[in-house]
């Protein structure tokens, strides 16, 4: 059985957004993507993969397809085939995500 503590994966940069890797295998992805200041990530979309949003710090505001949602630390939210997700950090703090997709990007 493979460890990883996800703390350790917990960086900013004063650039762009960071992302780190938290596990990767033929079946699913998964990485911690973390926002400082008004940074934010995509849009992304994946034809073929579901994907899980979970805010582990922080507040974001996430628009998965049409839909909007100001998120904060505890909540999740899923991204269907297909769906573009963008976030960006929301609050005056940093924030850290969770995303999971399945099966991994192509």
Same mark, same amino acid.
């Given at each position: 059985?493979? /460890?990883?503590?996800? /703390?350790?994966?917990?960086?900013?940069?004063?650039?762009?957004?960071?992302?780190?890797?938290?596990?990767?295998?033929?079946?699913?992805?998964?990485?911690?993507?973390?926002?400082?200041?008004?940074?934010?990530?995509?849009?992304?979309?994946?034809?073929?993969?579901?994907?899980?949003?979970?805010?582990?710090?922080?507040?974001?505001?996430?628009?998965?397809?049409?839909?909007?949602?100001?998120?904060?630390?505890?909540?999740?939210?899923?991204?269907?085939?297909?769906?573009?997700?963008?976030?960006?950090?929301?609050?005056?703090?940093?924030?850290?995500?969770?995303?999971?997709?399945?099966?991994?990007?192509?």
């Amino acid at each position: 059985m493979k /460890t990883r503590r996800v /703390t350790d994966l917990v960086q900013f940069n004063d650039e762009a957004a960071r992302t780190e890797v938290l596990f990767e295998t033929e079946r699913v992805f998964s990485q911690v993507v973390c926002l400082q200041g008004s940074q934010g990530l995509g849009p992304v979309s994946d034809d073929q993969a579901e994907g899980l949003v979970v805010v582990l710090a922080g507040e974001v505001a996430a628009q998965i397809g049409k839909g909007r949602a100001r998120m904060q630390q505890w909540e999740s939210a899923l991204v269907p085939p297909g769906d573009e997700l963008m976030l960006r950090n929301a609050s005056a703090e940093p924030s850290v995500v969770l995303l999971v997709l399945a099966p991994p990007p192509a």
